[in-house]
C-alpha cells in the first residue's frame, strides 16, 4: 500500500501543483485498476494518505500510511532544497534579481523548514534532524546561506 501511494502521491502536481495532492488522490481512487488489489476500506486510506502528504497540510495526517509518506517527501539535503528552490524561482519569477531569489529562498526555507516551520516530520529520521540543524545554521549565518546558495547554483 506504501509503494502504492508513493507512486501517486505527486501524479498531478503538473496540472495544478497547489491542489496536487487531492487531484492525485483522484487518479488514484478513481483507477479501476485499484480495485483489483486492494479493498475499499484500503483504497480510502490511501486515498487519505495521498491528500495528507503536503508539508503544508493544517492537520496531523489521518493514518500511519499519511504520517509515512509525508515524513518521507520531506527534503533532507540543503543542497537539493537550495537548487529546487533557485529553479523555481527561475521559472516563475525571472524578473528578480540574484539577491531577490537568495531572499526569497532564505525566507522560504526557514518559514518550511525553520523551528516552527510548517514541514513537521512524524518519523524518527536522523538525515532529517541533521537537515534541521543545517537549516538552523544557515537561519543564524545569513552571509553563510547566500555563500552556500550561490555555490550550489553556481552564480559568481
Same mark, same amino acid.
Given at each position: 500500500?506504501?509503494?502504492?501511494?508513493?507512486?501517486?502521491?505527486?501524479?498531478?502536481?503538473?496540472?495544478?501543483?497547489?491542489?496536487?495532492?487531492?487531484?492525485?488522490?483522484?487518479?488514484?481512487?478513481?483507477?479501476?485498476?485499484? +480495485?483489483?488489489?486492494? %479493498?475499499?476500506?484500503?483504497?480510502?486510506? *490511501?486515498?487519505?494518505?495521498?491528500?495528507?502528504? $503536503? =508539508?503544508?497540510?493544517?492537520?496531523?495526517?489521518?493514518?500511519?500510511?499519511?504520517?509515512?509518506?509525508?515524513?518521507?517527501?520531506?527534503?533532507?539535503?540543503?543542497?537539493?532544497?537550495?537548487?529546487? +528552490?533557485?529553479?523555481? %524561482?527561475?521559472?516563475?519569477?525571472?524578473? *528578480?534579481?540574484?539577491?531577490?531569489?537568495?531572499? $526569497? =529562498?532564505?525566507?522560504?526555507?526557514?518559514?518550511?523548514?525553520?523551528?516552527?516551520?510548517?514541514?513537521?516530520?512524524?518519523?524518527?529520521?536522523?538525515?532529517?534532524?541533521?537537515?534541521?540543524?543545517?537549516?538552523?545554521?544557515?537561519?543564524?549565518?545569513?552571509?553563510?546561506?547566500?555563500?552556500?546558495?550561490?555555490?550550489?547554483?553556481?552564480?559568481?
Amino acid at each position: 500500500m506504501l509503494y502504492t501511494v508513493a507512486a501517486f502521491h505527486d501524479l498531478a502536481h503538473h496540472i495544478d501543483k497547489d491542489k496536487h495532492e487531492v487531484l492525485s488522490a483522484q487518479i488514484f481512487y478513481e483507477n479501476e485498476k485499484m +480495485t483489483e488489489f486492494f %479493498s475499499p476500506e484500503e483504497r480510502l486510506l *490511501m486515498k487519505e494518505a495521498i491528500i495528507d502528504h $503536503r =508539508a503544508s497540510l493544517e492537520y496531523i495526517p489521518r493514518n500511519d500510511y499519511g504520517k509515512i509518506l509525508s515524513s518521507a517527501d520531506r527534503s533532507t539535503d540543503i543542497s537539493e532544497l537550495l537548487r529546487r +528552490t533557485h529553479a523555481y %524561482s527561475c521559472t516563475h519569477y525571472p524578473h *528578480m534579481t540574484t539577491i531577490e531569489m537568495i531572499d $526569497r =529562498a532564505y525566507n522560504h526555507m526557514i518559514k518550511k523548514y525553520g523551528i516552527e516551520g510548517y514541514a513537521p516530520i512524524y518519523c524518527k529520521d536522523s538525515a532529517y534532524e541533521k537537515f534541521k540543524k543545517e537549516v538552523n545554521h544557515y537561519k543564524e549565518d545569513k552571509k553563510e546561506f547566500i555563500k552556500k546558495y550561490r555555490e550550489v547554483n553556481k552564480i559568481t
